[in-house]
Nanobody, 128 residues
Framework: QVQLVESGGGSVQAGGSLRLSCAAS????????MGWFRQAPGKEREGVAV????????VYADSVKGRFTISQDNAKNTLYLQMNSLKPEDTAMYYCAASNFLACIDGPQVVRRVFNYWGQGTQVTVSS
């Protein structure tokens, strides 16, 4: 079983930066996909950035392209999300997710249903 724990969230002003971390424990060798999702009040959980480890493919939501960067430190079993130029609309609960299935990315789309491990989330609040 894989356990994911997010950290690094907080409150920042618009234009600021945060780096989220996701520490993975347990059997992680078969985690072919890892990613970040977010959910704002009243909205569905949406994919923010996903990394497919086998093909080293990344997919970003259009709203965060050029501002967010997903990365992974295999030695530390840690996933990161560097968030720059934050906007108030980035305010949400951010979740780390992982999948031991290969098809987490379909072209430019994130296949959310294949992610079978989830963290409890870390809150990001961006004020004007």
């Amino acid at each position: 079983q894989v356990q994911l724990v997010e950290s690094g969230g907080g409150s920042v002003q618009a234009g600021g930066s945060l780096r989220l971390s996701c520490a993975a424990s347990g059997y992680t060798y078969s985690m072919y996909c890892m990613g970040w999702f977010r959910q704002a009040p009243g909205k569905e959980r949406e994919g923010v950035a996903v990394l497919a480890t086998v093909g080293t493919t990344t997919v970003y939501a259009d709203s965060v392209k050029g501002r967010f960067t997903i990365s992974q430190d295999n030695a530390k079993n840690t996933l990161y999300l560097q968030m720059n130029s934050l906007k108030p609309e980035d305010t949400a609960m951010y979740y780390c997710a992982a999948s031991n299935f290969l098809a987490c990315i379909d072209g430019p789309q994130v296949v959310r249903r294949v992610f079978n491990y989830w963290g409890q989330g870390t809150q990001v609040t961006v004020s004007s």
